[in-house]
Nanobody, 118 residues
Framework: QVQLVESGGGLVQPGGSLRLSCTAS????????MSWYRQAPEKERELVAS????????YYKESVKGRFTISRDNVKNTVFLQMKSLEPEDTAVYYC???????????WGQGTQVTVSS
């Protein structure tokens, strides 16, 4: 059974930091590119950051460059999103997504809420 379980969300003040985790099971994690998306209320889901299956290549949405860092541990089957200097505009539900490098099949996690507010 495929599972992607996010954790690490919560309420943080502007300027604060959070680290999100997404732990995978039920598939060969090292063969999947991983991404973090977010969806704010009444807005479309958007890509925040992605990392290749090897961890060599990363991508960041322009507005999070220099503040967010995506990384992965292929032994622990986990992808991380380290977020610092958080802004109210970062408030959203954050989702992880896995995409197979072979077939293109994809899986989504259930999401974790991040709220940046004073």
């Amino acid at each position: 059974q495929v599972q992607l379980v996010e954790s690490g969300g919560g309420l943080v003040q502007p300027g604060g930091s959070l680290r999100l985790s997404c732990t995978a099971s039920g598939f060969t994690f090292s063969m999947y590119g991983m991404s973090w998306y977010r969806q704010a209320p009444e807005k479309e889901r958007e890509l925040v950051a992605s990392i290749s299956n090897t961890g060599i290549t990363t991508y960041y949405k322009e507005s999070v460059k220099g503040r967010f860092t995506i990384s992965r541990d292929n032994v622990k089957n986990t992808v991380f999103l380290q977020m610092k200097s958080l802004e109210p505009e970062d408030t959203a539900v954050y989702y992880c997504k896995a995409v197979s490098t072979l077939s293109g099949v994809s899986y989504w996690g259930q999401g974790t809420q991040v709220t940046v507010s004073s």
